[in-house]
């Protein structure tokens, strides 16, 4: 039995699999984490190993008095891969990304893929039917483009995600919201379009935090997973250790 964490920009999100079935999902918060993952362990005694993957918040050192009798694990860009890293500067990809990368390998093999995970913020990850790492795309997520409109200006509120009424917002909240969430649709929507026009055999995943939002405004088809980290993480453990 695993125990999966996956360390984010703004929450963590744990996870038990036994073997590839996900047992159990938690999403906490910062301040209270190590109670919140020693709460996990209680509960599913059996874990006997626990692989961690981090944006760089939390420190190595930090996960050492979880439990002594867990055997700990960290991805890094040192760790096994099922894909070729072309990035042109590869000790720079995020974890999270590559993580993301062998999922798409792992679950959809020989087919060119592009994953959008919606989080703080939007990365495309396309790994092409030969299973080559060629790059992406970072853009802000739908939190930091409220967050911008309100820091950046003298009088626009600070809103949190709301459906627009209309295209054409008929108040300033409602045109916040339409640019916002209409702006986010639309690049999503002009990424897909553009990489499937040129490739074929291809798929597009869309995982994170608000990737079921997100799904229902999209009109491409698309395979929406917001575990598709975590699955991956535990996928890449298993890749690594099970030799």
């Known amino acids: 039995m695993l125990l999966a964490i996956d360390v984010g920009n703004t929450q963590i999100k744990v996870a038990v699999f036994e073997q590839n079935i996900l047992l159990n999902k938690e999403i906490i918060g910062f301040s209270n984490w190590e109670i919140a993952v020693k709460n996990v362990l209680?509960?599913?005694?059996?874990?006997?190993?626990?692989?961690?993957?981090?944006?760089g918040k939390l420190p190595k050192e930090d996960f050492l008095n979880l439990s002594s009798t867990l055997k700990l694990y960290f991805i890094s860009s040192e760790s096994k891969f099922p894909f070729q890293n072309l990035y042109r500067s590869p000790k720079t990809l995020g974890t999270d990304r590559m993580l993301l990368a062998a999922g798409a390998v792992f679950q959809f093999p020989k087919k060119n893929r592009l994953?959008?995970?919606?989080?703080?913020?939007?990365?495309?990850?396309?790994?092409?039917?030969?299973?080559?790492?060629?790059?992406?795309?970072?853009?802000?997520?739908?939190?930091?483009?409220y967050q911008s409109l309100h820091n950046y200006t003298d009088k626009l509120p600070l809103l949190t995600l709301e459906i627009p009424e209309e295209l054409i917002g008929n108040s300033t909240n409602q045109s916040m919201h339409s640019g916002v969430i209409n702006g986010i649709t639309q690049e999503i929507e002009g990424f897909i379009n553009a990489y499937s026009y040129q490739n074929d055999n291809f798929i597009i995943i869309l995982t994170g935090g608000d990737s079921e939002f997100l799904a229902k405004r999209l009109k491409n088809t698309i395979f929406a997973n917001p575990n598709f980290l975590l699955e991956s993480l535990n996928q890449t453990f298993q890749y690594n250790h099970n030799d």
Request: proline fraction near 4%.
């Open 115 to 145: 994953v959008i995970d919606v989080g703080t913020c939007i990365t495309y990850d396309y790994i092409d039917e030969n299973d080559n790492y060629l790059g992406g795309a970072i853009s802000p997520g739908i939190t930091l483009r």
């Open 42 to 55: 209680w509960n599913f005694p059996q874990i006997r190993n626990c692989v961690v993957a981090s944006v």
